[in-house]
């Protein structure tokens, strides 16, 4: 399973971003995908979170400032955010999480999947 990142850049404070991720490959099913975020010398945190039903979560540190969404038809998962701040300057991170194809029509065995990151720098 693959995922691959798209949008991101350079914001002035205030402003706002879309980033998506899509995942590729042969699997069964998609269970969550989310967004992560890992400043320089920081360890890599959770921005949000969205369940294949739907059922989100956010960090407080952008909660009402973002919006996780999913199109299970297309496997993407799009964030956005809107206010940012110049804290909100990370390496963005997409994951997914669920099964592999199994036999038949069955789930195979679970998987967890990092894409390859987005830069996201918001300027003062």
């Known amino acids: 399973v693959q995922l691959q990142a798209s949008g991101g850049g350079l914001v002035q404070a205030g402003g706002s971003l879309q980033l998506s991720c899509q995942a590729s490959g042969r699997f069964h099913s998609i269970a969550t995908m989310s967004w992560h975020r890992q400043a320089p010398g920081m360890q890599r945190e959770l921005v949000a979170r969205?369940?294949?039903?739907?059922?989100?979560i956010y960090d407080a540190s952008v909660k009402g400032r973002a919006f996780i969404s999913r199109d299970s038809d297309k496997n993407t998962v799009t964030l956005q955010m809107s206010s940012l701040k110049v804290e909100d300057t990370a390496t963005y991170y997409c994951?997914?999480?669920?099964?592999?194809?199994?036999?038949?029509?069955?789930?195979?065995?679970?998987?967890?999947?990092w894409g390859q990151g987005t830069q996201v720098t918001v300027s003062s």
């Open positions: 969205i369940s294949n039903l739907g059922d989100t």
């Open positions: 994951f997914a999480a669920g099964n592999l194809q199994g036999k038949g029509w069955s789930p195979g065995r679970n998987f967890n999947t």
